[in-house]
């Protein structure tokens, strides 16, 4: 029984509308990384504007995966492109499926605290990144207070803190 129809395709996306009139979207590449980098008490992240809520946001580096790539080879890549940063090394929190009701996106969640240089960032032509610093508990109390939404960081955070490196 088919219960969704596709509206538009794009570069492997596929946006469907349901029965009930919700919409959703497939994607042919799904997975994405981010990485928590805690170094001194601080945490690195991100800031960026994000046109679907017009406004910036502060978030974990990271982004999709080229085509066949493993996900601590993209996690490596995209902390690098984003902050300048590379790492000796990551240890994996998990999967976390962003928004289960909107997309089948997948994203591989890590953590470092073993931070080999910082350099320049390698931002693509369309990105415009700030790299921020911000300590463990101001980043915590940011969340709290509703000043930092992304849910992709709490709960990579809310993992850190169960696995005993926060």
Do not use: W
């Amino acid at each position: 029984m088919n219960f969704r129809k596709a509206l538009l395709e794009h570069r492997g996306s596929t946006v469907f509308e349901t029965k009930s009139g919700s919409l959703f979207i497939e994607e042919s590449e799904v997975a994405s990384v981010a990485v928590v980098v805690l170094h001194e008490g601080n945490l690195t992240l991100v800031r960026q504007y994000r046109h679907q809520m017009d406004q910036q946001t502060i978030e974990l580096p990271g982004g999709g995966l080229e085509h066949g790539e493993q996900p601590e080879n993209g996690a490596k890549r995209e902390l690098d492109e984003e902050t300048g940063i590379t790492v000796d090394r990551l240890t994996y929190l998990g999967p976390y499926h962003p928004q289960p009701y909107f997309t089948n996106r997948l994203s591989h969640l890590f953590f470092t605290n073993s931070i080999k240089s910082s350099g320049n960032q390698k931002l693509n032509d369309d990105e415009e990144i700030e790299v921020i610093q911000m300590p463990l508990n101001d980043v915590l109390k940011s969340i709290q207070d509703g000043k930092i939404q992304d849910g992709e960081l709490g709960y990579a955070l809310f993992l850190c803190q169960l696995n005993g490196y926060i």
